[in-house]
């Protein structure tokens, strides 16, 4: 890592975000760049302004987040990496304040959705935000008692908030992955460590294409992590698949199935090659991840 030293990674968010702490988390030597939106955050690589991007793609709560899936193939972007990050989401608001007299809670669209229990107990109204520490940065400007913000606790510290309740998640397997953007792959030989391949692909528009275009992955013994799909341009004909597989390229029954994949697609881009992130082997059980 020192040859990354003074480079910078960039994330959605303001600083004290979950994407902030993932960052540190995972590159304690680049410092976090914040970017208004997905969008900035891959420029910025694109630009040269950060040596990677570090964007959640999912989370075991709120599900897939959507505009990432709609980025990534036009981005020009490869994924280098991920991470299983543990969220933790604490109900914070100015001193002189008490949980009865919170009436309004802020915060990123998703970390509403991870906390809804909460917010129905305190009979509150959500509010959205364009992140969690953003949340926490305009409570604590506005300094109204009756105002909360749903965010890390790293957030609390850095703009001056009181905790009135800790890990309000509804669940305790709230946990996001994230991938790292850059704007060369990582072209590490298999190394007999875990690999994971993304790309996407489209069908051709006839009948068993999507049978005939998985049936590759199944014959030759190929575990296929994640499949969506979604659609693109202005047709509900033209869909889209976002495909995960655990398995590099150059493995031969790897290469099997992708050559069996290329005979039913009309469009197939590669998005990235990686090694699995270790937490992902205890993924299956997230209430052990998230201690």
């Given amino acids: 890592m020192a040859k990354l030293l003074n480079k910078k990674i960039a994330y959605q968010g303001e600083t004290g975000a979950n994407s902030y702490v993932a960052c540190i988390e995972m590159f304690p030597d680049l410092k976090p760049l914040a970017c208004a939106t997905f969008e900035d955050a891959a420029l910025a690589v694109k630009s040269g302004d950060a040596h990677c991007a570090m964007i959640p793609i999912e989370n075991t709560l709120a599900g ?105 998640e ?23 460590k875990p690999y994971i391949t993304t790309f996407i692909f489209r069908i051709r528009n006839v009948p068993s294409a999507l049978y005939k275009a998985l049936g590759g992955f199944a014959s030759n013994g190929v575990n296929m992590t994640k499949l969506e799909s979604y659609q693109v341009g202005r047709s509900f004909n033209a869909t889209m698949f976002y495909v995960d597989i655990e398995g590099h390229p150059s493995d031969y029954n790897v290469k099997l199935a992708l050559k069996d994949l290329s005979s039913s697609t009309v469009e197939f881009k590669m998005l990235g090659t990686y090694k699995a992130c270790p937490k992902r082997t205890i993924i299956s059980n997230s209430s052990e991840l998230c201690k």
Wanted: proline share 3%; glycine share 6%; charged share 20%.
């Fill in 64 to 168: 897939r987040v959507a505009d990432v899936h709609l980025l990534l193939p036009n981005a020009n972007l490869q994924i280098i990496g991920e991470l299983f990050f543990a969220v933790h989401l604490h109900l914070m608001a100015p001193y002189g304040t008490s949980l009865d007299k919170i009436s309004d809670i802020y915060s990123h669209v998703h970390a509403l959705g991870q906390c809804r229990q909460v917010i129905r107990r305190l009979k509150a109204t959500a509010h959205i935000s364009g992140d969690t520490a953003g949340a926490a940065r305009q409570v604590a400007e506005w300094n109204d008692l009756s105002k909360a913000a749903l965010a890390p606790e790293i957030a609390a510290d850095i703009y001056g908030l009181n905790i009135l309740e800790r890990s309000v």
């Fill in 170 to 192: 509804d669940k305790n397997y709230n946990v996001t992955r994230f991938i790292i953007l850059a704007m060369n792959s990582d072209d590490s030989s298999p190394d007999g």
